[in-house]
């Protein structure tokens, strides 16, 4: 296997790190790979690197002390696998940095000073520049040679109107503190916007489209002409959509309310709203699948947090239409958008007086190529395309380094 003209892509995450050797141009995956649990006391037997790739499933087992030992180890498997990456011509390696902050709106060369401006935005993602950092100085000691890109999850909202991405706070406080809504998810929502159009033979700059990127994390998104105009989450990935251990919108009160009558600091509720709220709050599960499993067996809590969840998704669809004046295309993504024909069904259903409307058939057919859900000749074209933010990283950062 030769690794030539391949990007490596590097997802850091506070416990884990996901990576794909990818070839940008023809979307080849070469390996992909995720080491997993680092930094947690586990067994010599636990499964905590695992690398598919020319020569199929390779593991390692046992404990991953931290993110350098992680990424050795994921390097080491390459080895196995017959790919030397520092001595095998990559292109790039593309790393996703989830905030960039008002500084980095677009694909950046990273340099030791990119590195440290990354850190330093670290108070507005706690839970994910830190890792991200960590994981770019690590990829840059292992491959010196190689250009390093950073991709900003941030990046596609920084256009935002001022309307859409200003909190009605003292403008003094947000001035000060870089207070505003940014939007993440954005490499997802860019890419497929863009497929839409492709699939479609559409030119972006004539649709107005909403997309729906529902994983673990989820976020909607509006955007018209390829631009995006509005999206769900905000000053941090906290805002908008139910998510699986995420709230998503809360009365800010709460958070004072908390404090006054239960004695929770800002961070107990916090560490709440981002860890044990949303689907995993309601309903103690956080996985759609086993959610919707706990539905069908007619768990009380579980179908009162599917309600909840298909309740926001439907309120952000409504003030999207709004806000576009009409829409040409909806789009499910990701891990739930992606797989669930039950939430696709209900996040639009009765909604044929705006031209909207979901055909059951095609819903619920098998697939996982990009396809239309909705009938022929509805008004509004209704897809689900399966995201591909590794594919866009590995070509965004392609094209920065020529
Ligand atoms: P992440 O945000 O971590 O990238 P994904 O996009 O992979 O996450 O989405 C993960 C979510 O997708 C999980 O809640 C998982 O249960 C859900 N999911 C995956 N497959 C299905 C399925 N067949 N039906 C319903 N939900 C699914």
């Known amino acids: 296997m030769t690794a030539a003209h391949c990007v490596l892509v590097i997802n850091t995450g506070s416990s884990s790190i996901k990576y794909q050797l990818l070839e940008p141009d023809?979307?080849?995956v070469r390996a992909a790979g995720m080491v997993s649990r680092i930094g947690e006391p586990v067994g010599a037997d636990t499964v905590t690197v695992e690398h598919r790739g020319a020569r199929g499933t390779l593991e390692?087992?046992?404990?991953?002390?931290?993110?350098?030992?992680?990424?050795?180890?994921?390097?080491?498997?390459?080895?196995?696998d017959g790919t030397d990456l520092a001595h095998a011509g990559?292109?790039?390696?593309?790393?996703?940095?989830?905030?960039?902050?008002?500084?980095?709106?677009?694909?950046?060369?990273?340099?030791?000073?990119?590195?440290?401006?990354?850190e330093q935005l670290s108070a507005l993602a706690p839970l994910h520049n830190p890792a991200n950092a960590v994981g770019i100085r690590y990829a840059r000691s292992l491959l010196p040679d190689t250009p390093q890109v950073a991709v900003f999850d941030t990046a596609f909202f920084h256009g935002l109107p001022d309307a859409a991405k200003t909190y009605a706070i003292d403008a003094s406080v947000a001035a000060a503190h870089g207070i505003r809504r940014y939007g993440f998810h954005g490499t997802s929502h860019e890419y497929v916007s863009g497929r839409v159009a492709e699939a479609l033979g559409r030119d972006p700059a004539t649709l107005?489209?909403?997309?729906?990127?529902?994983?673990?994390?989820?976020?909607?998104?509006?955007?018209?002409g390829g631009r995006a105009v509005d999206t769900s989450m905000g000053l941090t990935p906290l805002e908008g959509l139910v998510m699986g251990t995420r709230s998503g919108d809360i009365d800010p009160g709460i958070i004072a309310y908390l404090a006054r009558t239960a004695g929770m600091d800002v961070d107990a509720s916090y560490d709440m709203l981002n860890r044990n709220s949303g689907l995993e709050g309601l309903s103690g599960v956080n996985d759609f699948r086993a959610l919707q499993a706990a539905v069908e067996s007619g768990d009380a809590a579980a179908r009162l947090a599917y309600?909840?969840?298909?309740?926001?998704?439907?309120r952000y669809l409504g003030a999207y239409l709004v806000e576009l004046g009409g829409v040409d295309t909806i789009t499910f993504t990701a891990g739930v958008g992606e797989n669930s024909p039950a939430v696709r069904a209900d996040a639009l259903h009765g909604l044929e007086f705006l031209g909207i409307a979901v055909d059951s058939v095609r819903n619920t057919a098998k697939s996982s190529a990009a396809r239309i859900i909705s009938p022929d000749?509805?008004?509004?074209?209704?897809?689900?395309?399966?995201t591909n933010e590794e594919l866009a990283i590995a070509r965004a950062a392609a094209l920065l380094v020529g």
């Open 60 to 80: 390692h087992r046992g404990p991953v002390p931290d993110h350098g030992t992680g990424l050795r180890l994921a390097f080491e498997l390459f080895a196995r």
């Open 26 to 28: 023809s979307a080849e």
């Open 208 to 224: 107005r489209q909403i997309v729906l990127h529902l994983g673990n994390g989820a976020s909607a998104s509006a955007i018209r």
């Open 377 to 386: 000749n509805s008004p509004v074209t209704v897809l689900v395309v399966p």
């Open 90 to 118: 990559l292109r790039a390696v593309g790393h996703r940095v989830v905030h960039g902050g008002e500084v980095f709106y677009r694909p950046t060369v990273i340099t030791d000073a990119v590195v440290e401006t990354i």
């Open 307 to 314: 309600d909840v969840y298909v309740h926001r998704l439907r």
